[in-house]
């Protein structure tokens, strides 16, 4: 297939088709924060921290340990991740346990996950 074939080259607005589609297009606030739901997901360090929070819930030494990151490194991004309402905080005595937000997290990890990989066996 050439590049002229992927050209629409025409003029005619399919009136009844925008009109459905503008009525279900969702408020540009929500359409802000689910950008910023994956800019969130954008950086590699808290793809990372949410793939091992993913397996258990873990302090931030152990997250620190497993990542071979520092521990203020790691706490900036549980941070980042924390505002982004991705992962929550539980305390228990002295120590602060991390595990994904919801649900949805994990679905949109493992959806990822498993769309990468199935392009990578692709290859």
Do not use: P, W
Request: proline share 0%.
């Amino acid at each position: 297939m050439g590049k002229s074939e992927l050209v629409c080259d025409c003029d005619i607005i399919h009136k009844d088709k925008v009109l459905y589609v503008k009525s279900k297009m969702l408020d540009d606030d929500v359409l802000i924060s689910m950008a910023d739901f994956y800019k969130a997901l954008s950086d590699s360090t808290r793809i990372k921290i949410i793939n091992v929070i993913n397996e258990s819930e873990l302090c931030v030494c152990d997250i620190a340990s497993i990542l071979n990151m520092t521990k203020s490194a790691v706490s900036h991004q549980l941070k980042n991740l924390r505002e982004m309402n991705l992962i929550k905080s539980r305390k228990q005595g002295k120590e602060v346990y991390y595990s994904l937000a919801d649900e949805h997290v994990k679905e949109v990890f493992d959806i990822s996950k498993i769309h990468v990989l199935e392009k990578i066996d692709e290859i």
